[in-house]
């Protein structure tokens, strides 16, 4: 499906509930280094459960050593500043989805280098910015939509509980 990149995430939390969306998407996941925690983090452990060992996880030392492993690959940036809302692109199957650090999001360069490819999730009022693994579950379940959930489970099991 989709490829998420977390460029230097900080907080353990937010990757290991990004590692269960992706397993519940399946989507890969890609981290740039330098990270702000270990991955034998407990934390991070806990928060993707046991799905750490399930997700394709891939580990580079700067995002050019993602760019080059990649070359052909399509990159949609996620940051407050974006020109476009995240809906209003059409995400394809492949698509990398690259957020940023907690504390201070993509590097500007990054940003300026990208521009037309910037993308915001709305918000409203004086919010700086939504939760880094809250903005991912958006961004991955918009593309989805957009491709109708294409292999995902898509009949209830409500017929099963005794009402």
Request: hydrophobic share 35%.
């Amino acid at each position: 499906m989709f490829n998420i990149v977390l460029v230097e995430p900080e907080i353990p939390q937010n990757t290991g509930n990004i590692v269960r969306t992706c397993h519940a998407t399946g989507c890969r996941l890609h981290l740039v280094r330098p990270l702000g925690f270990e991955v034998s983090d407990r934390y991070l452990k806990r928060a993707g459960l046991d799905y750490w060992d399930e997700v394709e996880i891939f580990y580079y030392d700067g995002f050019s050593e993602l760019e080059t492993a990649f070359p052909s690959a399509r990159f949609w940036y996620f940051t407050t500043k974006g020109l476009n809302r995240h809906c209003d692109v059409n995400f394809k199957d492949g698509d990398f989805l690259v957020f940023g650090k907690e504390t201070k999001g993509l590097p500007e360069e990054l940003l300026l280098k990208n521009r037309e490819n910037c993308l915001r999730i709305p918000m409203i009022g004086e919010t700086r910015s939504l939760n880094l693994s809250n903005s991912v579950a958006i961004a991955v379940y918009e593309g989805l939509r957009q491709l109708d959930f294409c292999g995902f489970k898509t009949e209830g099991q409500l017929h099963n509980l005794n009402w």
